[in-house]
C-alpha cells in the first residue's frame, strides 16, 4: 500500500490555501430542474458538476480521441472546485467540508483506461486545500457520452463538520 498524497499548499485556511493555488470558488449558475446540492443531516449531496468557468464550458470530446489525459486531468480539477463551491453554498465555510465520497465520470474511448488518472487530478486539488478533509473514497469509471458532450463530470458526497 503507497503512503497518502501530502498536502503541500501552505495557508492557514482552506481559502487560503485555493488562493495560494491561484484559484477561487466560481459562483454557480441556477438550475431549474435540480439544485446544485441537497443537505440531508449533516451529509451534502453535490450535484454532478461539469468543468465551467464563468460560465463557459471548458471542453468537449472524448477522452482518448480528441480529448488527451493532461487536458482531462486539467477539466477535472475544475469539475472538483465546482463541486466545492456548491459545498460552499451548502455551509457557508470551506473549512467546514470533509470530502465522503467522489464519483468521476469520464467520457472515454472503450480502450482508455486511464480513468482513475484523471481522477487523480481532482483528488489532489482537494487534498490540497482541505488537507484531511479531502481525503475521500472514490470511483473513477469511463462512460459512453455526459451532457453536453463534456469528458468530465464529477459528483461528491460531503459532510459538514
Do not use: W
Not at 28 to 49: C, E, K, P, T
Not at 71 to 97: F, I, K, P, S, Y
Request: net charge negative.
Amino acid at each position: 500500500m503507497s503512503l497518502p498524497l501530502p498536502q503541500t499548499v501552505e495557508g492557514t485556511s482552506a481559502m487560503d490555501r485555493l488562493e495560494a493555488l491561484g484559484l477561487e470558488l466560481p459562483v454557480l449558475a441556477g438550475n431549474a430542474y435540480y439544485m446544485d446540492h441537497r443537505a440531508v443531516d449533516s451529509s451534502i449531496h453535490i450535484s454532478g458538476q461539469l468543468p465551467y468557468r464563468d460560465g463557459v464550458l471548458l471542453g468537449q470530446g472524448v477522452v482518448g480521441r480528441e480529448v488527451g489525459l493532461e487536458t482531462a486531468q486539467e477539466l477535472a480539477r475544475h469539475c472538483a472546485l465546482n463541486c466545492l463551491a456548491a459545498a460552499v453554498q451548502a455551509m457557508g465555510d470551506l473549512d467546514r467540508v470533509r470530502i465522503v465520497q467522489m464519483l468521476v465520470f469520464v467520457a472515454s474511448t472503450p480502450d482508455f483506461g486511464l480513468q482513475s488518472k484523471v481522477a487523480n487530478a481532482a483528488s489532489e486539488l482537494l487534498i490540497e486545500v482541505l488537507g484531511e478533509n479531502g481525503r475521500h473514497a472514490r470511483t473513477a469509471i469511463g462512460v459512453a457520452g455526459l451532457p453536453l458532450n463534456t469528458p468530465v463530470e464529477i459528483q461528491m458526497v460531503c459532510t459538514a463538520l
